[in-house]
């Protein structure tokens, strides 16, 4: 156990070096998040102006927010649109979005408001599928001389597929598993009325959902990293196959370095989350440097969760790094 902990020290440790040296992409992917970011915020823009116009409502909006308005524009938005709510100001966002993240995005997979969100969230998945694939290379490979485009190019395919892989795991775990839990949850506490025992089966229910789901998380991070460390070698399905359980086997060999390094990472995440809430202005303060202040404080909140995911991406490959003079190959990852 005690090297356990020496040898996660060491990779987040080598990681948080090749993060700091990779400074310049870390910026491009926000430019790129950013941009992306943007665009959708027109279309927001286009619907809340339109919606207000020179209205009364409008002059209202000036002075405070209008829940009379926001009642009658939330019932005819759609796409993009329905992530406009008062909670997406300065904390409200960040509290939001972990509220939708716990719930599972019950909204995405069970046909609500939100599943019309589902073509922003391919862009963005597809973006962020070509990004972590120069991330990861350059992690493992940080002496090679290619770009960190090429790099990206290179494993897009294999990052694709082995996420796919990962989608298809977590949509089985929020959406079947989920609604059956659900069911079964409901059925036991249908003549229940202490509320204690509501809250112990719901918690239960929650654990069981996301260990399942960090389990996932955990396996498709590490593969992609596997994929990364056999570039060169010719990409088929049974090579995912095999990646996909190579990284499967090394979790299972590894558990405690594996957490050990996730934990370490999450609660680093978390105390960014924790920092960012404490410091943000609060929705009601609308003056201009409330404004121009909640939005510096928002982009450095960004590149900074960005560097936590790299960290994590350089922590995995400094974890799996093989003995100095071998090599992996795909013959190796089939027999490993």
Same mark, same amino acid.
């Given at each position: 156990m005690g090297h356990s902990r020496i040898r996660t020290a060491s990779a987040l440790g080598q990681g948080a070096r090749e993060v700091a040296r990779a400074w310049r992409y870390l910026l491009g992917a926000h430019a790129w998040n950013f941009a992306l970011a943007l665009c959708l915020a027109v279309l927001v823009q286009d619907a809340v102006r339109a919606s207000l116009g020179s209205s009364l409502a409008g002059d209202r909006m000036k002075d405070s927010w209008d829940s009379l308005w926001y009642a009658s524009f939330s019932t005819h938005t759609n796409g993009v649109v329905v992530t406009f709510r008062p909670s997406v100001s300065g904390a409200g966002a960040v509290l939001d979005a972990l509220d939708t993240f716990l719930d &599972?995005?019950? @909204? +995405?997979?069970? &046909?609500?408001?939100?599943?019309?969100?589902?073509?922003?969230?391919?862009v963005y998945w597809l973006s962020w599928s070509f990004l972590s694939g120069g991330f990861v290379s350059l992690f493992v490979a940080p002496d090679r001389e290619v770009g960190f485009m090429s790099r990206a190019a290179r494993l897009f395919p294999r990052f694709l597929t082995i996420s796919l892989a990962g989608f298809a795991g977590y949509a089985l775990i929020l959406g079947w598993m989920r609604r @059956?839990?659900?069911a079964y949850v409901a059925s036991r506490l249908r003549d229940v009325s202490d509320e204690r025992v509501h809250f112990a089966w719901t918690l239960g229910e929650? $654990?069981?959902?996301w260990t399942l789901v960090m389990i996932v998380n955990v396996a498709v991070d590490y593969a992609k990293v596997f994929a990364a460390r056999t570039a060169d070698q010719p990409w088929s399905p049974r090579t995912m196959l095999a990646v996909l359980g190579r990284s499967s086997r090394f979790v299972?060999?590894? $558990?405690? &370095? $594996?957490?050990?390094?996730?934990? +370490?990472?999450?609660?680093? @995440?978390?105390?960014?989350? @924790?920092? *960012? +809430?404490?410091? $943000?202005?609060?929705?009601?303060?609308?003056?201009?440097t409330a404004i121009l202040g909640t939005f510096v404080i928002g982009q450095a909140y960004v590149l900074c969760r960005i560097a936590i995911r790299c960290l994590f *991406?350089? &922590?995995?490959?400094?974890?799996t790094a093989p003995v100095p003079g071998a090599s992996l190959s795909i013959s190796q990852v089939r027999v490993a």
């Open positions: &599972g995005f019950g @909204g +995405l997979f069970n &046909g609500g408001a939100e599943a019309s969100l589902w073509p922003m969230l391919a @059956g839990a659900d929650y $654990v069981a959902l299972g060999r590894h $558990v405690l &370095g $594996v957490f050990a390094l996730y934990l +370490l990472t999450g609660l680093l @995440g978390l105390f960014l989350m @924790g920092l *960012y +809430l404490s410091i $943000v202005p609060g929705a009601l303060d609308s003056t201009s *991406y350089a &922590g995995e490959a400094a974890l």
